[in-house]
């Protein structure tokens, strides 16, 4: 086969095609994680489909790295999630994150066994507290009672289209005072020994499993299994509705990535070329350089 001026063989055909599938795996790798509640985990446990829901309510999707990212958006517009952060948040960071929530923003804290969601749910000036003790129910479940089956839910805005929750090893949420949006079934009882088994000592009853506050302008949503927002979880019913109703009513959706170790090499260099208009300019005239050099040595030739 001729292209151009030189003969191309099939073996030179195969080589190219090995390297091009060599390119885009590497993409891929650079560009996805496996992190558990993983903004870019495809996988059953990962929370990339939060995205799609965006994406399905006309909203726009951003990922943040730093909490600084809250001072670009327009809180009144936003909602961002915080899912299962697995280190503290900074007095400063704790402040930036209020900062947003006081000047209208909805703040979306979902964790269930870590207790760094309680801690910044303090710094922001919030009352309610996730409780880490498992929930489970027996009667109301999906598969087992370890998948327990939230079947009450309050008229609200961000409970709109949703009739229940389907949970993941949750845990329960202590209002403090905070509204209850909803509540597991009165099947359910805190497995305090986690032993799997209903205890003479652990009553059946229901328990608040989603509240919310208003804190300033805005209002902050605790829900205590993140587990709702993964892939997998998100096609149980009504956990998309959830998801979407959360959403929906912003212009922007943003997911606090910034105290999880979930660092893609692609996603991490887009996100710093696209806050700085400096490395913007830098390798936009390296590509062009790139190309001059190459379009020079082809007419060259």
């Known amino acids: 086969m001729r292209i151009g001026s030189r003969e191309v063989g099939y073996p030179h055909l195969l080589a190219t095609a090995l390297f091009l599938t060599l390119l885009v795996g590497i993409a891929v790798g650079a560009s996805t994680s496996a992190t558990t509640y993983g903004a870019f985990n495809p996988e059953w446990d990962g929370a990339s489909g939060v995205s799609a829901v965006a994406t399905e309510t006309d909203t726009e999707y951003r990922v943040a790295f730093a909490t600084d990212d809250y001072g670009g958006v327009d809180a009144a517009e936003t909602v961002a999630f915080v899912i299962s952060p697995e280190r503290s948040y900074s007095d400063a960071e704790a402040a930036r994150v209020e900062s947003f929530v006081r000047a209208g923003g909805t703040l979306v804290v979902a964790d269930d066994f870590r207790p760094h969601s309680n801690d910044l749910l303090d710094r ?139 660092r893609p090499p692609l996603r991490v260099a887009l996100y710093l070329l696209r806050g700085s208009p400096l490395l913007q300019f830098f390798v936009g005239a390296t590509v062009l350089g790139a190309v001059a050099v190459v379009s020079r040595r082809g007419f060259e030739s």
């Open 124 to 262: 922001v000036g919030v009352a309610a507290r996730v409780n880490e003790t498992p929930l489970r129910d027996e009667r109301h479940n999906f598969r087992s009672g370890a998948l327990p089956v939230a079947t009450r839910t309050a008229t609200d805005p961000y409970t709109e289209d949703v009739e229940q929750l389907t949970l993941n090893h949750p845990a329960t949420v202590r209002p403090n005072g905070s509204a209850v949006l909803v509540r597991s079934s009165n099947f359910s009882y805190l497995d305090r020994d986690a032993d799997d088994e209903l205890d003479d000592d652990e009553p059946l009853r229901s328990y608040p499993i989603v509240t919310v506050e208003p804190v300033g302008a805005g209002d902050v949503v605790v829900v205590s299994d993140p587990s709702v927002f993964i892939n997998a979880m998100l096609e149980r019913p009504d956990n998309r509705a959830f998801a979407a109703a959360l959403i929906g009513p912003h212009e922007t959706a943003l997911l606090d990535r910034s105290h999880v170790d979930e």
